[in-house]
């Protein structure tokens, strides 16, 4: 675990990040990595001298299963409400996923894929453990969880992908709608994901005009670094980058 910036703390085995925001009212999980990440979770609990039950809300920014990996086990033994936009719900409560634009063999020439893939296999990440309670958030809405965060919908990796503005820290939580590391093809800086993980790449190279004017000086990605050079430069770099 690592303080990214003053009550916000970064957990990662190495392919996917989660993070725990720190609040007077209590604990907020963005993503939830993979489901042997529970036990790196509750060690960050004891780090921060907290308990299970400090943990107020599980924020998802899709229903990926390397995002949503111990949200179920979050909410029945934490008794965390986890949070989801609307249109990924019933994928995270283990409704079939649709297809990605591409597959994934034209990846298996880098060894990133390689390695993110058995990363996957080894620690549980491959499909969804099914949430069985789910709350709904949409565009727009400001949730009422430690940290008030604001939703921003950014279609594209999948339909209900969503990034999380928590404006008091000017961080703009963005899972797979921006990341700065690629999991297939190990390319690093700004960019969105590739194509053999995207429903719809050209939609999600769209949807970053949606988080380019936010408030936000620091961009908190799904895989790869923080990045601290404010989120406007990271959107004129990832459109640079273009498509993987």
Partial sequence: MAQVLPGIHRVSRGVANFYLVDDVRGLTLVDAGVSADWTLFLRALTSLGRAPGDLKAILLTHAHSDHTGFAERGRSQARGTVWIHEADVAVAKGGIQGKNEAGLSPYLRYAEAWRTLFGLLLHGGVSIVPILEVSAFSDGQVLDVPGNPKVVHMPGHTP?????????????????????????????????????????????????????????????????????????????????????
Avoid: C, Y
């Fill in 160 to 244: 209900g992908m969503a990034a999380l503005l928590f404006e008091k820290h000017k961080a703009l939580f963005t899972g797979d709608g921006l990341v700065t590391r690629n999991p297939l093809t190990g390319r690093r800086g700004p960019q969105i994901m590739p194509r053999g993980l995207n429903r719809d790449s050209r939609q999600a190279l769209d949807s970053l005009g949606k988080v380019e004017d936010l408030p936000a000086d620091h961009v908190l990605p799904g895989h790869g670094d923080p990045w601290a050079q404010g989120v406007a430069e990271a959107v004129h770099r990832a459109r640079a980058a273009g498509f993987s």
